[in-house]
């Protein structure tokens, strides 16, 4: 954002820099209407792939979950081997199935693993590139080569035995009757779509599976809980500069306008023991967000109460060029939140005139990019409901639908701050650290095949 | 050496940074969550008032837990004791570590204020018993217990057991416990979030190169540098300092007269 030198260029400026936080808050308004993000993973597998499986040696269940082997076992090349529907989905830290083995048969030659997309279905699963399986007969992992290292026990008729997927550790791992036999890294199949895999190889084995709809034998909360823990122990471990919470806590309260517990925080910091003293010398520059503290308080109260008009004047007695152009972001706001405040206390008729005096003429607004017009008319779709707050647009009727208003006006006060630098300084340090923390693990997942979690401060939370 | 990082300009990950959707609501939870594992009380009053955001603890318990907190600090630990008990007898019962702590406490506080008979007897009756049943427990006691053999407590080797720090050790700990029988994490979630970002930005570092935030305090992006020009940077920073050095802090300005650039040029030899 450039900032000229002339009154005239800072008016533009600011101008611009009004419109474009109000665009900004209407986004904000419609993310205030969903719900908090949730991330969608692929789907799951749930049942046997019966197109692509060795047809000829085993025979698939009606429900898709179990299989027996029909083959004659001649060689290693009449494998009965069956994949799962979907592959294993890879936003997630861990992914986990099982199989119980209702029948060893003669041979006990049966494997659990994963297997990538081209498999030849005749094989055992690690007998191939681009595959693992953990074979029952011998207790070896195969990992892409006749071969097999020296990994757990063997499993026969009544055992259940599991094979999963850490990504955070990019580690294959297999149990047996709910315990951990052992892992192995996964690197050679790390970016590969893989398919969780069982296979049978002799007369009358019979395998069920299981990939999740029943309780696992293994506690995979528990492993996961764990891992989570492991990696937050190992992150504990950072070191950060001292009183840094403080600080930032304290630049989130001035930034906000919240000076009554500014005030206590303050008082409360001195009095600890030792006292907390959060200098200059650390960055915080306190003159651009301590600008009107007590005047952006008063009217963040205002607006939480649903005062809009004692807000307005307030405004115009103390902030004229935010709301001086009747058409500007922040009018509307403020227009449309005086309208909802009517339908929450009942007052359709008022409603329905101050709609027509105020908010009539923002739609049709060319230059919008109609967001002006999706909120007005959310706004005046309150009035077909007896329940208003029950319909889809209820959302306009909450506390936290009051807060964004009050945020926006908030910002906007900040913005008439000569020395505030630009549109980026809107953001309290807080949000802008979240969201550098929320993008750096999103790309480090990216960077690591789009596998493992990403982070979701949501669920931090709760 | 850094050219086979994927390479994100400061425009692309601003981008990045504005997708991503961080709700009020959240933040102010972790706000509260601070102010409350902290103690803060009246804080935490004001700021649900302020901001509609209800506290995940009761707040009258903050009190009460501030309370035995101060008294530890205070050095007051028969209080602090006895407060604990009101609030909750299982703490100490299911705490014997705690329980040792408190007890050692105040046996440094008898030995700080002189009164070597109570002391002793204190030592004996109270804390030998729980040296018997555990290995660590009596090393503590041991360690403790020698602070009476020295004139001169504060040059001896458990000196430190009579500092201030030692007092804030055993509050934390007791304050940890309170807040963990009442089904709270004892720690708050800030801290553990900041160092999730260094932590983050630096498994970052090793397959990427985009703009960080290397000042927690101020939050700023500082765009993404080759090695090369990042060196060059800090070679014109120390010419700068050098020349503030030699002719004050106004001159910044390299574009000396020629006959200043000898001095410089022993700085960039770097």
């Avoid at chain 1, 997630?92 to 003669?106: C, N, P, Q, S, T």
């Avoid at chain 2, 692309?12 to 706000?31: A, G, Q």
């Avoid at chain 2, 008032?49 to 009190?63: F, Q, V």
Wanted: aromatic share 8%; net charge negative; proline share 4%.
């Amino acid at each position: 954002m450039n900032s000229s030198n002339g009154n005239n260029g800072n008016n533009n400026s600011f101008d611009r820099l009004s419109q474009d936080l109000g665009l900004h808050f209407l986004e904000l308004v419609r993310i205030g209407s969903s719900k908090a993000p949730v991330e969608i993973d692929d789907a799951a597998p749930n049942e046997l792939n019966t197109i692509n499986s060795s047809a000829g040696f085993l025979v698939v269940a009606p429900d898709k979950l179990s299989v027996k082997y029909t083959g004659v076992n001649l060689h290693g090349h009449d494998v009965g081997v069956v994949q799962a529907n979907n592959p294993v989905p890879v936003k997630r830290l861990v992914y986990y199935f099982e199989i119980y083995v209702k029948d060893a048969g003669v041979k006990g030659q049966i494997a659990i693993g994963f297997t990538s997309e081209g498999f030849k279905m005749r094989r055992q699963p690690g007998w191939e590139v681009n595959s693992c399986g953990y074979h029952g007969d011998d207790g070896l992992l195969y990992r892409g080569q006749g071969k097999g290292d020296a990994f757990g026990p063997t499993y026969t008729t009544g055992d259940t035995v599991g094979g999963g997927i850490n990504f955070g550790s990019q580690e294959f791992f297999f149990t047996k009757n709910g315990a951990i036999v052992g892992t192995v890294s996964k690197e050679k199949e790390m970016n590969r779509c893989l398919f969780p895999t069982i296979s049978v190889h002799s007369q009358n084995e019979e395998v069920h599976v299981n990939f999740g709809q029943r309780k696992f034998a293994f506690d995979l909360k528990e492993y996961e809980a764990q891992e989570r823990l492991n990696q937050q122990m190992t992150i504990e471990k950072t070191s950060l500069p001292p009183n840094i919470s403080y600080g930032i806590i304290r630049a989130y309260l001035l930034h906000y306008g919240y000076e009554d517990t500014l005030n206590s925080f303050d008082l409360a910091s001195k009095s600890t023991i030792p006292p907390i003293c959060i200098a200059q010398e650390n960055g915080f520059d306190d003159q651009d967000i301590m600008y009107a503290l007590n005047q952006r308080k008063t009217i963040r109260q205002l607006i939480r109460n649903g005062e809009i008009d004692a807000a307005m004047n307030k405004l115009r007695d103390w902030f004229p060029q935010i709301v001086q152009d009747d058409k500007s972001a922040a009018c509307f706001l403020l227009h449309c939140q005086k309208f909802v405040e009517f339908i929450r206390v009942g007052a359709l008729e008022e409603a329905v005139k101050h709609g027509r005096i105020e908010l009539a003429k923002f739609l049709g607004l060319p230059e919008k990019d109609n967001l002006f017009d999706a909120l007005v008319m959310d706004c005046v779709a309150l009035l077909a409901y007896e329940c208003p707050q029950e319909s889809c647009f209820g959302y306009l009727l909450q506390e936290s639908h009051r807060d964004v208003v009050a945020d926006t006006v908030n910002a906007m006060i900040l913005s008439t701050n000569p020395k505030m630098k630009d549109v980026r300084c809107l953001q309290s340090y807080l949000e802008r650290l979240l969201r550098q923390l929320t993008a750096c693990c999103l790309e480090r997942r990216l960077a690591n095949g789009g596998q493992g979690e990403a982070f979701h401060l949501c669920r931090l939370l709760n | 050496m850094g050219t086979s990082k994927k390479v994100i300009t400061r425009e692309e990950w601003e981008k990045r940074l504005s997708d991503v959707k961080i709700r009020k609501e959240d933040m102010n939870k972790l706000v509260m969550n601070f102010l409350v594992t902290e103690g803060y009380v009246e804080a935490a009053e004001k700021f649900r008032m302020e901001s509609g955001t209800e506290p995940d603890i009761d707040l009258a318990t903050i009190t009460d837990r501030m309370a035995v907190k101060k008294a530890v600090q205070c050095g007051n630990v028969e209080d602090a004791i006895e407060k604990v008990n009101d609030l909750n007898p299982e703490i100490l019962d299911t705490n014997p570590q705690l329980f040792f702590h408190l007890q050692q406490q105040r046996l440094i506080e008898l030995i700080r204020n002189g009164k070597i008979e109570e002391a002793l007897e204190f030592a004996q009756e109270e804390l030998a018993p729980r040296g018997e049943e555990n290995q660590s427990f009596l090393e503590e006691l041991e360690r403790t217990v020698s602070l009476l053999a020295f004139e001169d407590v504060s040059n001896c080797p458990v000196g430190e057991l009579l500092d201030i720090s030692q007092r804030l050790k055993t509050a934390s700990e007791v304050n940890a416990a309170i807040l963990t029988s009442q089904s709270h994490e004892k720690d708050p979630k800030l801290p553990s979030l900041l160092k999730m970002l260094v932590w983050a930005q630096n498994q970052l570092d090793e397959k990427v190169t985009y703009p960080r935030i290397n000042d927690l305090s101020n939050a700023t992006l500082e765009d993404p540098v080759h090695l090369q020009s990042h060196q060059q940077n800090s070679i014109q920073k120390e010419r700068q300092w050098a020349v503030r050095l030699c002719y004050g802090p106004h001159q910044t300005n390299l574009l000396q007269p020629l006959a200043h650039l000898s001095l410089l040029s022993n700085f960039t030899q770097m």
